[in-house]
C-alpha cells in the first residue's frame, strides 16, 4: 500500500518554477555580494597591461610618432604602432557593417579619442607614464561635424583610402564622404499618395547622438599560449561566437585554436557587439610577448571611442484624409555614422531594421531612404537597448503621428487608435515588407488610457493651462502618448546575418543520471538574467525544476554556437532553442519511459513532470525516474544518455508591442521638468519571469528617460568631446528617477515555440518618444511643432522663450 | 586615469604640513577631500610632486561657536556642517547649501577647506562665504595672516593664498534674519546652473541688513553689493525685489558650457536670486 498521495498536477506544476513564476534571479548572490567574475577581475601570471595613446584632435595627418622615450621608461615592454601591425595586416580591420576600421592611425586620425599607439608595460601606472610620454606631431585638418557639410562639394575628405571607390559595401556613393543609400518601399506611389493627399505634415526629426554607457566599461585579458598554439580571449563580448570567428579570419589562427569567454558582464546595451582596436592590440601584444595582457578603458575612453549610438536625421512626410486616416508616409533619412561605418547590424541592413519606421500603424504606402554618411566623429551606430535601429524608427513616426494630429487638429490618441493595425489583420505585412507576427493594439490602447483615465488627464492640464495662461502658474503639463511595434528576434538566417553568420541560436542540454541537468546557449547574459528565465523555459518543458538547471552561456569552447545577446534576440532566438531542446529531451524521454513501463510510445502522455500510460494515472516514470534509466538500463534501440541541442532558425521576428503614457510639470522659466506619472504596458507575448519583465522595463525606462532628458554625445565644431564624463553625461541616479507603473497584455507570438517575443528594449523604444512627447505637448498650446532632444533644462527653457513665454 | 607619479605625505600637526609645504614650493600641494584634485590629477591636467594630506591633522577639524562668533576648521566635512546641530542654530544656511552639494558620498569626504581654497567658481561654498562675510585664517612659514572672503577670490583657481600657505579655517558672525540657498543643478552631483544665496534683516517692512551672493556665474564667487545697496533701508516689495535681481543679473558674467547658453544662465540667474529672496524674505 502506497498510502503517500501523489502532488496535484499544479502542485507539481508549481514546484518547477517554470513559466511565468517570479522566480528570484539565482545571479544575484553573487552579484550583490561582490563575487561576480568580470574581465577586470581576471589575473594571469605574468599577465602585462595595455593602453592607448589616444587623439586630442579630431582630423589631423599624423607627421611622426616617437616612441623611444616610453620605450626607455621601466616598466614599458612594447608600443604598438598601425606599422607594428601593418606586416601581421592588423593595421586595419573589417567592421560588421562591410567598412574597414583603422585598428591604429594609419598615417591620419579622424576623431577625437582615436587610437594612435598601444603601450605595454608591467602595470597600469608603467603604461600610463608610458603613454605619456609617446610624442605624437599632429598637422590637424578641417573637420567636419555636421553631416550635412560632409556630403557639401568642398568638405574636407575624411577617408582618403576610399576616396575614389565609387562603390561600396551597400551599393554607389556619390561623395567622398558617403557610405551608402539604403532604399526600401515605394518611392513613386509614396510621392504619388503624398502628392494628392488631403492633409499633409512634413518635419525634421532629430534622434541625436548618445550612448550605451554600461557600467562596465569594454575590455579583454588575451593569452597566447606559445606552447600549444591557443588563443584565449577572455572579454566583454555580448557575441562571443562570432568573435571567434572574426578573430579567426582576421588573424589567421585557425578557429579551433580560439577560446572567446565572456565572463560575467556589466551591461552591454549594445556597446559590447562590436569589436575593438583594444582586442586586436591586446592579442597581437600577448602573441608578440608570449604573456596575457588585460585592455580595459576607462570611463572617458569609453565615452569617446566605443560605439555610439542614434545620430539620425529624419525627415518625414505623412500624408491623411481630413478625417485622419493615415495614407502614406515617406521619410529620408541623414545617418551620421562617424569616422568608419562600424555599425553592428545584420548585414543586408546598413540602417538596421529601420523600415519598421511605420510603427502601429496601417499605413497603405511607404518609402524610405537611408543615406549613411561619414564624419569626424567616433564610430558605431549600435543599437543601444533596442533592436537594430528600432528606436529610431519608433521616435520617427511617434513624432511625426502628433505632428499630424497638430496638423489634423485631432488628439493624437484618437489619431493613434484610428490607423493602428487591427487584431484581425495579424499576421500583418507593412508597406515597408515587414510581416508582423501579432498583436492587439486597441486592446493595449484602451486599456492604457482607462489606467491613467486620460479624458481626466486632458481636463487637468486645460486647468493648468488656465492657470498659467493667467500668470498664476509658470508650469505647463504635458501628456506623452507612445505606442509602439519593436521588430526584435534576429533572425531568420534567409534574411540576417553578421559577415556572413547566419543569426540562429543554439541550446545544448545534458541530462544529467540524478535528474538534474546542465543547459549551454550560444548567448551571453549581462544582466538580464538567463540562468534564471532559460531554466524556467526548461523546467516548463522537461519537468525538472528550474533549481536543478545549471546554465552555462559565454565560452566558445563548451557552448553551441550562437550569436549572442543584443536586439533582443535571447528569448525569441535562443530561448526557441531551449524549447526546441527540451522537447527533443521529452521525446527520447518518452521512448525511455514506454520501455520502462512496456507500453507503446503512443500510449503515453506528459504530464507536468512525468509520462503517464493514458487511462491508467497510477503507471508513470519521473523525468527523474526516466534520467536515471538512460544511464543505467541497455534500452534496445536508443542510445544511452540523455541529451539534446537545437539550433533554431526563427521562422520569422517577433513583434513585442506597448502603449506608454507620461505626465510632465514642465516649468518655463527655469526648464526643469518633473515627470508626474509613468504607465507602461507592454506586450511580450507570453511572460517567462514577470519579476524580470518589470525590472527590464524599469531599466529600459530609466534609459529611455535618460535619452530624451539629457544624455548625449556632444562635440564642438573642432569635434571636441563635449560630454566626455559622467559629470556631463547624463545617467540618471535614484534621485532623478521617477515611480513606474507596468502593465501588460500578453498576445503571444505565434511562431514562437512558448510563445515569448522579448521584452528587455521595448521601454527604451516606447519610453523615448513617451517622454518626449510629453515635453512637446506641454507647449502645443502654443504652437510648438517639433524641438529635438535632448530636453534638458537649457533646451527646454529655448522652446519656452522662442515660443515668446518669457517676459 | 592614472596620475603621473607623486610622493604622499600625512603630517599629523600643522606645523610639519607648514614646513613640508614651505620646502617644496610650487611642487608641492595640499589636499582636503580630494574631490577637486584626485580628477584633475587623473586627467594629468596637473603635475603633483609633493601631495601633503591633512586629514590627520586635528587642530584642522571641528566647529567653535561663541556666541555669535562661528570658526570652522578647513577639514571639518560637509556632512559635519549638514549634521552639526549648533551650527545649524546659529548659521541655517549652512545646512541649507550643503545639502545641495553634490551627494552623501562626497559630502562624507569633501571639506569646507577645500572646497573655498580650491578657488573652482563651481563650488558652493565660496559663494556662500560672500554671503556671510567669512574671513579665512591662513597659515604659512610666513606666519598666520587672514583675509576676507570677498577679496580672497582673483579668477578661476586663482586667490590670494601664496602657493606655500595653507587655508587652516574659516569664521563669521552669526547671520541675522531670513536665509536662503537656492541652486539649479542637473542632476545630483551637477555644479550649478547657477545659484545663489540671500540673508536678509526685516524691520516693520524695511530691510535692516542684508547680504547677497552668486555661484558659478562667473569666474569667481559673486558678492552683489549694488543689490545689497538697493535693499537697506527701503520698504520690501515685489517691485523691489525685481530690482534687486536685476542687478544681480547685471552683475553675473558666466560662460556657456553644457549647462547651457550665457542667456539661459542669466535668465536663471534671475530665477534663483528671486527664489531666494523671497524665501529669505518670508523666513526673516
Redesign the interface.
Known amino acids: 500500500m502506497d498510502d503517500v498521495k501523489t502532488p496535484s498536477s499544479e502542485e507539481r506544476k508549481s514546484a518547477l518554477s517554470g513559466l511565468g513564476t517570479s522566480r528570484k534571479r539565482v545571479e544575484d548572490a553573487r552579484f550583490t555580494q561582490g563575487k561576480g567574475n568580470y574581465v577586470d577581475d581576471i589575473k594571469l601570471k605574468g599577465m602585462l597591461f595595455g593602453d592607448f595613446v589616444r587623439s586630442p584632435v579630431a582630423h589631423a595627418k599624423i607627421k611622426k610618432i616617437d616612441t623611444s622615450a616610453a620605450l626607455a621608461l621601466p616598466g614599458v615592454h612594447a608600443v604598438l604602432t598601425a606599422a607594428d601591425l601593418e606586416p601581421l595586416g592588423l593595421h586595419w580591420m573589417p567592421t560588421l557593417a562591410g567598412d574597414k576600421q583603422m585598428v591604429l592611425a594609419d598615417g591620419k586620425v579622424l576623431f577625437q579619442g582615436q587610437e594612435v599607439a598601444f603601450v605595454v608595460g608591467d602595470d597600469r601606472y608603467a603604461v600610463a607614464d608610458g603613454v605619456a610620454l609617446v610624442e605624437v606631431e599632429y598637422d590637424e585638418l578641417s573637420v567636419v561635424t555636421d553631416p550635412f557639410k560632409a556630403e557639401m562639394e568642398n568638405a574636407p575628405i575624411l577617408r582618403e583610402d576610399i576616396a575614389d571607390q565609387k562603390e561600396g559595401a551597400h551599393g554607389p556613393r556619390r561623395h567622398p564622404n558617403h557610405i551608402f543609400t539604403w532604399e526600401s518601399g515605394d518611392k513613386e506611389g509614396t510621392n504619388k499618395v503624398l502628392d494628392e493627399a488631403e492633409v499633409v505634415a512634413d518635419e525634421m526629426v532629430y534622434y541625436h547622438r548618445t550612448h550605451p554607457c554600461p557600467l562596465e566599461t569594454c575590455g579583454c585579458v588575451a593569452s597566447m599560449d606559445k606552447v600549444n598554439g591557443k588563443l584565449t580571449v577572455w572579454g566583454t563580448f555580448q557575441a562571443p561566437h562570432a568573435v571567434r570567428t572574426v578573430a579567426s579570419l582576421i588573424s589567421s589562427i585557425p578557429e579551433h585554436n580560439i577560446r572567446i569567454i565572456s565572463p560575467d558582464i556589466g551591461g552591454g546595451f549594445g556597446n559590447k557587439v562590436g569589436v575593438y582596436p583594444g582586442y586586436v592590440c591586446a592579442i597581437v601584444a600577448s602573441i608578440v610577448t608570449g604573456v596575457p595582457i588585460k585592455w580595459v578603458e576607462d570611463r572617458m575612453d569609453n565615452l569617446m571611442a566605443t560605439a555610439f549610438a542614434r545620430d539620425y536625421w529624419m525627415h518625414g512626410k505623412i500624408s491623411a484624409t481630413k478625417d485622419g486616416k493615415i495614407t502614406g508616409l515617406w521619410c529620408h533619412t541623414t545617418a551620421d555614422h562617424g569616422a568608419f561605418d562600424a555599425c553592428a547590424d545584420p548585414t543586408k541592413f546598413p540602417a538596421g531594421f529601420m523600415n519598421i519606421c511605420t510603427g502601429s500603424y496601417d499605413i497603405p504606402v511607404a518609402y524610405l531612404a537611408v543615406d549613411g554618411v561619414y564624419t569626424n566623429k567616433a564610430p558605431g551606430g549600435v543599437a543601444y537597448r533596442c533592436s537594430f535601429r528600432v528606436t529610431e524608427a519608433s521616435y520617427f513616426i511617434e513624432r511625426m503621428i502628433e505632428v499630424l494630429a497638430l496638423k489634423l487638429g485631432m488628439d493624437s490618441a484618437e489619431l493613434r487608435s484610428k490607423n493602428f493595425i487591427k487584431k484581425e489583420q495579424f499576421p500583418y505585412t507593412s508597406a515597408l515588407g515587414w510581416e508582423y507576427d501579432s498583436g492587439d493594439y486597441h486592446k493595449a490602447w484602451d486599456k492604457a488610457l482607462e489606467a491613467v483615465n486620460y479624458k481626466k488627464l486632458r481636463e487637468d492640464q486645460a486647468k493648468q493651462l488656465e492657470l498659467f495662461k493667467s500668470g498664476k502658474s509658470r508650469k505647463l503639463m504635458g501628456i506623452g502618448l507612445s505606442h509602439f511595434t519593436e521588430i526584435v528576434g534576429a533572425g531568420p538566417v534567409k534574411n540576417c546575418d553578421i559577415l556572413g553568420l547566419g543569426m540562429f541560436d543554439a541550446c545544448e542540454i545534458r541530462i544529467h543520471p540524478t535528474g538534474s541537468a546542465i543547459a549551454r546557449l550560444g548567448t551571453i547574459s549581462q544582466g538580464q538574467g538567463h540562468a534564471t528565465t532559460f531554466a524556467q523555459i526548461l523546467a516548463s518543458e522537461i519537468g525538472i525544476p528550474a533549481s536543478d538547471i545549471t546554465l552555462e552561456e559565454g565560452d566558445t569552447d563548451t557552448a553551441p554556437y550562437g550569436l549572442g545577446t543584443y536586439g533582443s534576440r535571447s528569448t525569441p532566438v535562443a530561448g526557441a532553442a531551449t524549447a526546441m531542446a527540451g522537447r527533443k529531451i521529452r521525446a527520447k524521454a518518452q521512448m525511455i519511459a514506454a520501455y520502462l513501463l512496456e507500453v507503446h510510445d503512443d500510449d503515453l502522455e506528459w504530464d507536468v513532470d512525468r509520462f503517464v500510460v493514458k487511462g491508467a494515472p497510477e503507471k508513470f516514470k519521473t523525468m527523474k525516474e526516466i534520467a536515471f534509466a538512460s544511464y543505467n538500463q541497455a534500452i534496445p534501440g536508443v542510445e544511452p544518455g540523455l541529451e539534446a541541442v537545437s539550433y533554431y532558425d526563427p521562422p520569422n521576428m517577433t513583434y513585442p508591442n506597448g502603449a506608454y503614457i507620461c505626465v510632465m510639470e514642465i516649468d518655463v522659466d527655469t526648464g526643469v521638468s518633473e515627470i508626474k506619472k509613468v504607465y507602461a504596458l507592454d506586450d511580450c507575448g507570453t511572460r517567462i519571469n514577470p519579476m524580470i519583465i518589470e525590472g527590464q522595463v524599469h531599466g529600459g525606462l530609466t534609459e529611455a528617460l535618460a535619452i530624451s532628458m539629457g544624455q548625449e554625445i556632444a562635440y564642438d565644431e573642432q569635434g571636441n568631446v563635449m560630454t566626455g564624463t559622467l559629470m556631463d553625461f547624463f545617467v540618471p541616479t535614484a534621485w532623478e528617477t521617477p515611480n513606474y507603473e507596468t502593465d501588460f497584455t500578453e498576445t503571444p507570438s505565434p511562431h514562437h515555440p512558448i510563445g515569448a517575443k522579448g521584452v528587455g528594449e521595448s521601454p527604451n523604444v516606447g519610453g523615448v518618444s513617451a517622454f518626449s512627447n510629453a515635453v512637446h505637448d506641454a507647449f502645443k498650446p502654443f504652437g510648438l511643432t517639433q524641438a529635438h532632444m535632448p530636453h534638458d533644462h537649457w533646451r527646454v527653457w529655448k522652446i519656452a522663450k522662442d515660443l515668446g513665454l518669457h517676459n | 586615469?592614472?596620475p603621473?607619479?607623486f610622493s604622499f605625505y600625512k603630517p599629523d600637526n600643522l606645523q610639519k604640513a607648514i614646513n613640508l609645504i614651505a620646502d617644496f614650493g610650487d611642487e608641492g600641494r595640499v589636499i582636503a577631500g580630494g574631490h577637486s584634485l584626485i580628477p584633475v590629477m587623473k586627467?594629468?591636467l596637473t603635475d603633483i610632486k609633493h601631495l601633503i594630506d591633512l586629514s590627520a591633522i586635528n587642530e584642522l577639524k571641528g566647529i567653535k561657536i561663541k556666541g555669535s562668533s562661528i570658526s570652522i576648521g578647513a577639514m571639518t566635512t560637509q556632512v559635519e556642517l549638514i549634521t552639526n546641530a549648533e551650527l545649524f542654530k546659529v548659521a541655517p544656511v549652512i545646512r541649507e547649501a550643503s545639502l545641495q552639494i553634490a551627494?552623501p558620498q562626497v559630502r562624507n569626504l569633501g571639506t569646507i577647506g577645500g572646497n573655498v581654497a580650491n578657488g573652482d567658481p563651481a563650488n558652493d561654498m565660496p559663494g556662500l562665504m560672500q554671503l556671510l562675510d567669512a574671513t579665512y585664517t591662513i597659515n604659512g612659514k610666513n606666519g598666520v595672516r587672514e583675509i576676507k572672503a570677498r577679496e580672497f577670490y582673483e579668477g578661476a583657481y586663482f586667490t590670494a593664498r601664496e602657493d606655500d600657505e595653507i587655508l587652516v579655517s574659516i569664521s563669521f558672525n552669526s547671520p541675522i534674519g531670513g536665509y536662503a540657498y537656492e541652486k539649479?543643478k542637473?542632476?545630483?552631483?551637477?555644479?550649478a546652473?547657477a545659484a545663489a544665496g540671500v540673508i536678509l534683516s526685516v524691520d516693520n517692512g524695511v530691510c535692516s541688513s542684508a547680504s547677497i551672493a552668486l555661484t558659478n556665474l562667473s569666474d569667481t564667487p559673486i558678492y552683489c553689493s549694488d543689490a545689497v545697496s538697493m535693499l537697506i533701508g527701503k520698504q520690501i516689495d515685489d517691485s523691489l525685489l525685481s530690482e534687486v535681481t536685476k542687478s544681480c543679473v547685471e552683475q553675473s558674467d558666466p560662460v556657456a558650457d553644457?549647462?547651457?547658453?550665457v542667456e539661459?544662465k542669466k535668465?536663471?540667474a534671475g530665477?534663483v536670486v528671486n527664489k531666494a529672496l523671497n524665501r529669505a524674505f518670508d523666513r526673516s
Not at chain 2, 186 to 191: C, F, L, N, S
Not at chain 2, 258 to 261: K, L, T
Request: aromatic share 14%; hydrophobic share 30%; net charge positive.
Open positions: 586615469m592614472i603621473s607619479a586627467q594629468r551627494d539649479q542637473r542632476k545630483i552631483g551637477d555644479y546652473t553644457q549647462r547651457g547658453p539661459f535668465y536663471v530665477i
